[in-house]
């Protein structure tokens, strides 16, 4: 079956400096790749995708990259703030399988 | 449009009570329904998926069950709870077809067992 990892675990940075998150998986036939973000006591939501036919996609300071060959794909923020903080989950489609999970501290 | 309801909000038990949280969804029909745990701290892990009526798949051996009664409803279960399920329980509804499968979930249901 599936298998995603996630690194790191935590994460700190400065106001301003960018954050990396990476994932890695399994199935070579995946092919859709999520990113959510959940703020404390809520649930997760959707930030970001990106399918298979492309290697990255932006929105604003969020971008995902994919690299189908490693089977990785990774979660960019740049220029962060404090109200980026929060636990960052990447999953697999296949069974919905969520990624260990990323805290992200923002220090001011 | 799509809604998801998940009760109760917050729930706490004794170790040996039974348990039944409820999850319904709205606007949409044979939804794929998926139940996960997320104990104080962690990641989301996936307890039961459904794809269908009756269809049920567990992913963690665990003294929880899962049944799916109706279309568009999912319950998760436990004849005798432990220490060890507390959690914050996490229902959701994944789309499918289309551009996107993205996961919506429930409001969530933090148990705490004592």
């Known amino acids: 079956g599936e298998n995603v990892e996630q690194h790191p675990s935590t994460l700190s940075v400065q106001e301003g400096d960018s954050a990396v998150i990476k994932c890695t998986y399994s199935?070579?036939?995946?092919?859709?790749f999520p990113w959510y973000k959940q703020e404390l006591g809520k649930r997760p939501q959707l930030i970001i995708d990106?399918?298979?036919?492309?290697g990255e996609k932006k929105d604003q300071r969020i971008a995902v990259t994919l690299n189908k060959t490693a089977k990785h794909f990774s979660l960019h923020i740049t220029e962060t703030q404090p109200e980026d903080s929060a636990v960052y989950f990447c999953?697999?489609?296949?069974?919905?399988?969520f990624g260990t999970g990323t805290r992200l501290k923002v220090l001011a | 449009s799509q809604t998801i309801h998940q009760w109760p909000a917050t729930l706490v038990q004794p170790v040996g009570s039974p348990l039944s949280l409820e999850c319904t969804v709205e606007?949409?029909?044979?939804?794929?329904l998926y139940w996960y745990r997320q104990a104080a701290g962690r990641g989301l892990q996936l307890l039961f998926y459904?794809?269908?009526?009756?269809?049920i798949s567990s992913e963690v051996p665990q003294n929880l069950s899962a049944s799916r009664p109706q279309d568009r409803q999912f319950i998760l279960s436990s004849k005798k709870l432990l220490l060890s399920d507390s959690g914050f329980y996490l229902c959701?509804?994944?789309?499918?077809?289309?551009?996107?499968?993205?996961?919506?979930f429930g409001q969530g249901t933090r148990l705490t067992v004592v």
């Open positions: 959701a509804w994944v789309s499918s077809g289309g551009r996107r499968t993205e996961a919506f």
């Open positions: 199935d070579s036939a995946s092919n859709y």
């Open positions: 990106i399918r298979s036919n492309v």
């Open positions: 999953a697999a489609p296949y069974k919905y399988i």
């Open positions: 606007g949409t029909s044979n939804p794929n």
């Open positions: 459904s794809v269908g009526i009756g269809q």
